[in-house]
């Protein structure tokens, strides 16, 4: 039986192979291997469980809020994701601005609801509480066959000021 280099690893050294830091790179690869038969992965198959170490530092938006604007809510925002943020945007009672660089995102969001494909981009923001954010995001299609229904990402940043 063929051992592949992460089993030889573990079998080396008794502890299993380190696993990707990164989120934009974990949550890509985790996309890319849901199985899609040549459709778009529903968001049912997001798995918590999966992703619980990342898990925090992920959203899910549907693609129905997205055309919206500045007034979209999200469906799930890690709490990672609200203390960047400096607020809880999926409350009822929400500022209508979904967050600090909103043009920004609707422009992003369109662009993987027209290619059906993931995005990757690092930018900044002033949160609510005036620091600046700095961050690395992934943002993947899911949907119903090649339409895309929801945007599941996740963020990392850093806090300055």
Known sequence: MRQNKGQKLKDTLGCP???ERRVTNRLLTYWRDL???GQLPHENAIDPEALQD???SCFLIHAYDIGKGSDYNYTFLGSNIMRAYGTDLTRNDAPPLA???AEKLAVLYTQVLATRAPVINEDQFVN???KEIRYR???LPFGSG???TSIFGG???KLFG
């Open 35 to 37: 199985p899609k038969n």
């Open 155 to 157: 963020m990392r940043y």
């Open 137 to 139: 995001q992934c943002l």
């Open 17 to 19: 192979p380190p696993q």
């Open 128 to 130: 609510a509480a005036g």
């Open 146 to 148: 090649d339409t895309v």
């Open 99 to 101: 967050s600090p660089s």
């Open 54 to 56: 990342i898990w925090e």
